[in-house]
């Protein structure tokens, strides 16, 4: 399976938020539509079928990420 990259999973996972903030509010369908398109795009990235599993896998991807990012960076070059 492919796999999202972390980045694209961090601004999807950002964009619903801020969709699902604003929709709370705001019953316009441009919203509900977007809300819809970010909710099957999270989907699709994570291969879940629901929006509270794919949130799930996207947040421990992009936290299992910056583990490898902080690990290279902290890495100790020995000659």
Do not use: F, K
């Not at 903030?21 to 316009?28: E, M, T």
């Not at 809300?35 to 949130?55: M, N, P």
């Amino acid at each position: 399976m492919l796999m999202a990259h972390p980045a694209v999973l961090a601004r999807l996972v950002e964009e619903y938020e801020t969709v699902s903030q604003l929709r709370a509010d705001d019953r316009r369908e441009p919203l509900r539509q977007r809300l819809e398109d970010v909710v099957y795009t999270l989907c699709v990235s994570t291969g879940t079928r629901d929006v509270e599993a794919a949130l799930a896998s996207a947040r421990e991807r992009m936290a299992a990420a910056w583990l490898v990012d902080a690990d290279v960076d902290g890495a100790v070059a020995i000659a």
